[in-house]
């Protein structure tokens, strides 16, 4: 009994290029039992192989009668038949003038003719078009299907030979015209001015896909330039529709959740503390000549702002900064100290040191350390950006406040 991964790996090594049995297959297959035959013959007529290795040996023998056609009209064409001699000859003649008018072509058939005498014709552009045309029904055709240089017979040549040449010049317009753009602008657009360029109709048809994988890593790739330019046309609603409740908590860091609580309950207790004073505070009356003395108001205490938690990071080419940014910018500090700076430029205070050991230096580690102390974490990183990314959110949940 074979395993389901050696049937797999025989199945996809059945059918040859030619659209027949490997040779491969059949050698392993002969030397099975007769049970482990019968399960590789039988998955074979399951998934439907049978059908598809007969298409496929019928497009390659479709493949090879066309390769032999046009051969034969590369070697029709390349043959000197103009030269002295064939100048002087007299074109053979045939007695019955009627028998054209008997002979049909097929379509496929004239088609194949006006290849033949279009490529003489780039070949040979001297002698008249009727004398190719008649020669090359003397080379394509045998004697008893030659037609007659009527008009029947040169209308669909010349129809065919026409629209061959109209769709050449096309083709060496569309050369020119290139060209001639590249020549005049010298160079490619640039990525910023290629993003400038596109209408809020044309961003809009990526909409539902950034839209779904706007904080993926397949939307990390394009460009911040083109980012920044679909949300100012991206609503956020459309952005957090996309998730629930708790997922949008859960992409929050804690902190910033209690600090704007707070802010919110501070706000209500002052509101709540200036009505009572304002409600205990007597109004003095119009026609009385000493105003009462006035109580001060109660100091209320300012609210306490959490700050955001400083995270430093070494190693970040400056495109990997602004996604790095993009993602976090709203919970945390972010400073990025690249190699031009040294290695001892990490400023003090903070509460996250990443080293991203592939492209900071060996030695910035050892500084790296030095500084993270009194509660800061420090992490050595060798992946890539989207752990990056993972690494810093879990320390600063798991960090501890300062």
């Known amino acids: ?23 491969n297959f059949s050698k392993q297959v002969n030397k099975m039992s007769d049970g482990d035959k019968k399960q590789v013959l039988d998955a074979v007529k399951a998934q439907g192989l049978l059908e598809r290795q007969a298409a496929v040996r019928r497009n390659y023998e479709a493949s090879q009668r066309k390769a032999e056609e046009d051969s034969k009209i590369l070697r029709l064409s390349k043959e000197e038949v103009f030269d002295d001699e064939l100048d002087n000859e007299e074109v053979e003649e045939e007695d019955d003038h009627s028998s054209s008018k008997r002979i049909r072509y097929t379509d496929a058939e004239w088609d194949n003719l006006a290849n033949i005498i279009f490529q003489m014709r780039q070949r040979h552009p001297l002698p008249p078009l009727i004398r190719l045309i008649t020669r090359a029904i003397q080379q394509t055709f045998p004697a008893n299907r030659r037609r007659k240089n009527s008009d029947a017979t040169l209308r669909p040549i010349l129809e065919r030979i026409a629209q061959k040449e109209k769709d050449q010049q096309s083709q060496l317009a569309t050369y020119h015209r290139y060209k001639q753009t590249i020549d005049t602008q010298g160079r490619l657009p640039s990525q910023e001015e290629l993003v400038a360029s596109l209408t809020d109709e044309e961003l809009s048809g990526y909409k539902e896909r950034l839209t779904a994988e706007i904080y993926q890593e397949a939307a990390t790739n394009p460009p911040p ?144 350390t030095e500084k993270a102390k009194d509660g800061c974490i420090l992490i050595v990183h060798h992946g890539g950006i989207s752990k990056i990314i993972e690494k810093i959110e879990d320390a600063l949940k798991n960090r501890t406040p300062r």
């Open 225 to 368: 330039e083109l980012l920044e330019k679909i949300f100012e046309i991206l609503p956020v609603s459309e952005v957090v529709a996309h998730y629930t409740p708790d997922e949008l908590l859960g992409s929050i860091d804690l902190s910033i959740i209690v600090g704007r609580a707070a802010e919110g309950l501070t706000e209500t207790w002052m509101l709540k503390g200036l009505q009572s004073v304002l409600a205990a505070t007597p109004i003095p009356k119009p026609h009385a000549t000493k105003h009462p003395a006035q109580s001060k108001p109660p100091a209320i205490p300012s609210p306490t702002r959490i700050r955001k938690p400083r995270v430093a990071i070494l190693g970040c080419l400056p495109n990997q900064q602004n996604i790095i940014r993009e993602r976090l910018k709203d919970r945390a500090e972010l400073t990025f100290v690249e190699k031009s700076r040294g290695d001892n430029a990490i400023p003090d205070g903070q509460d996250v040191i990443l080293h991203w050991a592939r492209f900071a230096r060996h030695s910035a580690q050892k500084y790296a």
């Open 1 to 23: 009994m074979l395993l389901p991964e050696q049937v797999e790996s025989l199945l996809r090594i059945y059918i040859a290029k030619n659209g027949k049995t490997n040779a």
